[in-house]
C-alpha cells in the first residue's frame, strides 16, 4: 500500500460528505503523522457513514473489515 493511495483514500472518504473526518483534522484526538492511522479512520468512518455494507469498505482492494474496534488512547471510532 503506497502513502500515495492511502491519502486518496483519506480524500475520498473525508470528500464525500458521507465520513465525519473532524477527528483528524490537526487539532482532533485522531490527528496523527502515521497515515495509515488517519486513513484507517477515516475509511471507517466512510464505512459507517456509508450504512456499514461491505462494499463500501473496497476503496479499490486497499481496504478491510476488522472485527475488533480500531479505536486507540482518547480515538474513538465511530
Known amino acids: 500500500m503506497t502513502t500515495e493511495k492511502l491519502v486518496a483514500n483519506i480524500n475520498y472518504a473525508c470528500g464525500s460528505g458521507l465520513a465525519d473526518c ?3 483534522q490537526e487539532d482532533g484526538p485522531c490527528y496523527s503523522t ?12 466512510y464505512y459507517y ?3 456499514h455494507e461491505e462494499f463500501n ?7 478491510l473489515i476488522v472485527q475488533h474496534d480500531p479505536s486507540y488512547d482518547d480515538c474513538i471510532y465511530p
Open 22 to 24: 473532524k477527528a483528524i
Open 34 to 45: 502515521d497515515v495509515i492511522k488517519m486513513a484507517s479512520y477515516a475509511m471507517n468512518a
Open 49 to 51: 457513514g456509508a450504512g
Open 57 to 63: 469498505c473496497y476503496f479499490d482492494s486497499s481496504g
